[in-house]
Nanobody, 124 residues
Framework: QVQLVESGGGLVQAGGSLRLSCAASGRTLSTYSMGWFRQTPGKEREFVAGMSRSGGRLSYADSAKGRFTLSRDNAKNALYLQMNSLKPEDTAVYYC?????????????????WGQGTQVTVSS
């Protein structure tokens, strides 16, 4: 099975950018469809972006479209989420997730493997 470790979170002002990384070990990421989710206290974990196993299909939540970009580096066995034009409402813990499927999953229950999360805080 795959182990996932997120990094790159932090404190940024509104309008700024962050690049989240998800480093994988144990299995290659190209054998999984991948997703980024986020969660704030008291709320459900919500889908942010996803990539199919082949890398050929991408999906973004409406809140992420036009601002966030998902990419994968097979040589580094890592997944990235470039986040631009950040807003205070983007503040959350961000999680990387993997599922052994060719299809992107849109819900928490679709994914089998999760990282520990990285905190993103956007100040106004």
């Amino acid at each position: 099975q795959v182990q996932l470790v997120e990094s790159g979170g932090g404190l940024v002002q509104a309008g700024g950018s962050l690049r989240l990384s998800c480093a994988a070990s144990g299995r290659t990421l190209s054998t999984y469809s991948m997703g980024w989710f986020r969660q704030t206290p008291g709320k459900e974990r919500e889908f942010v972006a996803g990539m199919s196993r082949s890398g050929g299909r991408l999906s973004y939540a409406d809140s992420a479209k036009g601002r966030f970009t998902l990419s994968r580096d097979n040589a580094k066995n890592a997944l990235y989420l470039q986040m631009n034009s950040l807003k205070p409402e983007d503040t959350a813990v961000y999680y990387c997730a993997a599922r052994p499927s060719i299809w992107i999953g849109m819900t928490r229950s679709d994914y089998d493997y999760w990282g520990q999360g990285t905190q993103v805080t956007v100040s106004s």
